[in-house]
Structure formats: C-alpha cells, structure tokens
C-alpha cells in the first residue's frame, strides 16, 4: 500500500499523519508514504524533513513550485516506485486514522465490490463530531456537489457500505491501476472540483464508487486556508466550477441563466454571510467566476495560466468541501 500526501506549510500536521501511521496493514500489506512537498515556505519544509527524515518507508518529494493538490497527487501516483497492482491511499495530511479504519477499508476493495472506497469522514472533538463526508452527490443541472448527511451526528450514518456519485478527494483508496486508467486528477484545476471530476469520470467508465461508513477517518477541515473559508475557497471554486462544466461539454450559458446562474450567484452570496473578510470573499468569488468564463469561452480542458492576475496564492492540499472539490 502506498499514502499519498501532498504538504503545504503544515508540517506538524503532515509530520503527525506519516509517523502515526501502521507500517503494515492489517492484512499484511508493507506501507509506503510518499510525501510531495508542494512549495512550501523553507521553514516550513525544514520542520518537514527533520520531523519525518529516517522514518522507515517515508519519501519526501519537493516541488520547486505550487503545483496544486491534483497535480501534486498525480505526480506521487506516477512515480517508477508505483506498480499497477498497488492500493493507493490519497490521504489529506489533516487526518487521523481511528480503530479499523484502514482494515475495513482494505477488505471492501479487496472484496471487489468498488474500484474506489472511502471511509466516513467526520470532524469536530469527542465530545460533539459531526459528519462532514459520508457520500455525495453532484447535480449536472446546476454544477453542485453535496456532502450527503454533512453536520449530522455520527449515529445517523448507514452502517453497511453503499455505492455514491462523489468521492472526496480528502481520503481516497483505490488500486493504481484504477487511477491510472480515469487518468487521475485532471490538470488545470489547482484547488478544488478535481475530485468532482474524476467521480464523474470514473463513473462513466464503469467503475463503482463506495463509501464504509463503518470506516472513520478525523478531518481537521481546511487546515492550511485558516478559519472560515479563505479567498483562496472561493475563487477556486467559483472559478472550477464553471471549469468542470466546460470539460463536460456543457456550454457556459447553462451556469449564468436560469437556476445554474443562480447557483453561480450563491457562492457571492455565502462569501457576504461571512463573519470576516466579506468584500474581499465576495470579490474572490466574482473573479473566479468571470476567470471561470474565460475558459468555458475557450472550450478548452480547463488548463488556463495558473497565475491569473488577481487570483489569490492558493494554499495546498485538497481542501474539500460541500460547494465541491477537493
């Protein structure tokens, strides 16, 4: 089994996930982590190396510029090391394993039943979790993902495995194989919706997707964009959502009239309603949104300059949220 995680600027967190990690799964399997720093500060990667150098079975790739959480994972998955019979594990440094989780895991995908599983996904302390993955699902009417069960209690989630549309981008496990041949994350997204395109993706070519609620994984939320949601959220959202719609074939008025427009308008919305930082948010989201018509204008696969004028340095990796996206 291989982790994949990409770091930026949190190396305790990153630092706390590889070394509480098993170095063998329950059944067996040796594990590898393979960790992409993407571009962080020199301190930073610093505290990084002297926290994980030495550790048995732990690689630390370094990226001399911010790739993006999607690219950075397709850069580990394409490693020489990787072998197509692998299970790979794309874990957000910001989890923690809770008992059984990787074994429950291990044996869906082993059972065969889905070509990619994932845990439950909660945050929150012991004392109040909540549910912040447990499926999902994603509207191509109005280009919206939601986590199904998000902010319910743990004890309302199923308890058998189930088949979802949406899979996370915070804690996939799949074979390499699989990944390689829905091509992993698409390039171009930088931050946010990727996953929402390889669920699609993934799914037209056949292969079902699986959630083990029995399975719980901790998720910090955001670590590495601060509290609330950052400029960085909603310009990549706005902005990849209307990117996902151009990659699918849809053509860009579907997003600006009818109630895909005002769907385009919620993300402004939501960014007003913030406690913090409102105008700034809210200007985010616009420019996201008209980038995000630039490229619906060009037809193309979503890969633009990543250093727009005006887009807001974006932290890394993956973090995931209902408006969709890693």
């Not at 394409?78 to 429950?104: F, H, K, M, Q, Y």
């Not at 996953?195 to 056949?206: E, H, I, P, Q, V």
Request: charged share 20%.
């Amino acid at each position: 089994m291989r982790v994949l995680t990409v770091h930026f600027n949190t190396p305790e967190l990153t630092s706390g996930l590889v070394r509480d990690f098993p170095r063998q799964t329950p059944h067996g399997r040796p594990v590898f982590i393979h960790v992409l720093d993407n571009c962080s500060t020199p301190e930073n990667l610093r505290t990084l190396r002297a926290n994980i150098e030495g550790l048995e079975g732990v690689t630390l790739e370094v990226s001399n510029r911010n790739v993006g959480f999607g690219e950075g994972v397709n850069a580990l998955a394409e490693s020489d090391v990787v072998d197509e019979s692998d299970i790979l594990w794309i874990l957000n440094p910001d989890t923690r394993l809770r008992a059984g989780c990787l074994e429950l895991l291990e044996s869906e995908l082993d059972s065969g039943d889905f070509a990619v599983v994932l845990p439950l996904i909660f945050s929150g302390d012991r004392a109040d979790p909540w549910i912040w993955y447990c499926g999902g699902s994603i509207n191509t009417r109005v280009f919206r993902v939601r986590h199904q069960l998000y902010g319910c209690h743990i004890a309302e989630a199923p308890h058998r495995p189930f088949e979802t549309e949406f899979v996370t981008g915070a804690a996939p496990m799949m074979r390499a194989s699989t990944y390689h041949a829905v091509g992993g994350f698409p390039r171009g997204y930088f931050l946010y919706w990727e996953d929402t395109y390889f669920s699609w993706k993934a799914r037209n070519l056949g292969f079902r997707l699986g959630v083990v609620p029995s399975a719980h994984l901790w998720h910090a939320v955001g670590a590495s964009s601060g509290s609330g949601q950052s400029r960085t959220y909603y310009y990549w959202a706005a902005r990849n959502r209307f990117v996902f719609a151009s990659d699918m074939g849809v053509p860009r008025h579907r997003l600006v009239v009818g109630r895909g427009g005002l769907e385009s308008l919620r993300s402004v919305a939501h960014a007003l309603l913030e406690r913090e930082g409102r105008l700034s948010k809210a200007s985010a989201a616009i420019r996201g949104t008209l980038e995000g018509l630039n490229v619906g204008k060009s037809g193309g696969d979503g890969v633009t300059d990543l250093r727009v004028k005006g887009a807001p340095a974006a932290p890394i990796p993956g973090q995931n949220s209902t408006a969709g996206g890693s």
